[in-house]
């Protein structure tokens, strides 16, 4: 059974930092391309990074410069490094993944961060 399981949401205050990890099932860990989601009460899900099977990476306009993906392939995991927080970056965020070989779509249960003082 394929499972996203997310970690590291939580409270910070602005400027601060949060890392988010994504342990990705083996199962399609290296066929798959993965991304980074958020969501706010009322809105779409909105893209907030990629990383494609081969290691390259895109982000959204309102997080590039302070966000970096990033993934292990020996620990299976996916990070979302993130710095300089803004209020405006309080969300669920979700992780995902697309499996290359038959398209199916992936995502994990969500983790909260909220960016306040």
């Known amino acids: 059974q394929v499972q996203l399981v997310e970690s590291g949401g939580g409270l910070v205050q602005p400027g601060e930092s949060l890392r988010l990890s994504c342990k990705v099932s083996r199962l399609i860990f290296d066929i798959s391309n993965m991304s980074w989601y958020r969501q706010t009460p009322g809105k779409q899900r909105e893209l907030v990074a990629s990383?494609?099977?081969?290691?390259?990476?895109r982000y959204a306009v309102s997080v590039r410069g302070r966000f970096t993906i990033s993934k292990d392939s020996a620990t299976s995991t996916m990070n979302l490094q993130m710095r300089n927080l803004e209020p405006g970056d309080t969300a669920v965020y979700y992780c995902?993944?697309?499996?290359?070989?038959?398209?199916?779509?992936?995502w994990g249960q969500g983790t909260a961060v909220t960016v306040s003082s």
């Open positions: 995902n993944a697309v499996n290359l070989l038959n398209a199916e779509n992936y």
């Open positions: 990383i494609t099977r081969g290691g390259g990476s």
